[in-house]
C-alpha cells in the first residue's frame, strides 16, 4: 500500500495533540476538599490557590478573567465541583470555573 504526501500529512496531524502537558504545584485533591471544608485555615488555603490559578491565568493571557469574584465565590465553586468530581483535584475545578463562559461574577467587597 503506498501513502500519498497529502495522507501521510492528514494522518500526522490527525495524531498530534493539542494538549500540552503541564505539571500542577501544590494541588489538593478534591476528596480533601470534601473532608477539609469544616477547617477554616484550610479553606483559606484554597481560595489563596484558586486566587493564584486564576492569576497564573491571566497573566498568560493579559486577561481579566474573575475580577470581580471574591475568595468566597471561587471557593463555592471549587467544593461544589469536588463534591461531584472526587477523583479530581482543585486544578480541574479552577479550570472548569476559568473556562466558563458564563462565569458568574460577584462584586469584591
Known sequence: MKFRPLTTLVLTLA????????????????RAV??????????????WWVLGYFSGRNYE?????????DGEAL???VLNYCREHPSHDISN???????????PEVPEE
Open 15 to 30: 495524531m498530534a495533540s493539542p494538549a500540552a502537558a503541564y505539571t500542577v504545584k501544590g494541588s489538593v485533591e478534591c
Open 34 to 47: 470534601a473532608l477539609g471544608d469544616a477547617n477554616e485555615r484550610f479553606r483559606e488555603a484554597i481560595k
Open 61 to 69: 493571557r493579559a486577561a481579566d478573567t474573575g475580577k470581580n469574584m
Open 75 to 77: 471557593y463555592a465553586h
Open 93 to 103: 475545578a479552577s479550570k472548569d470555573l476559568y473556562d466558563r463562559p458564563d462565569l
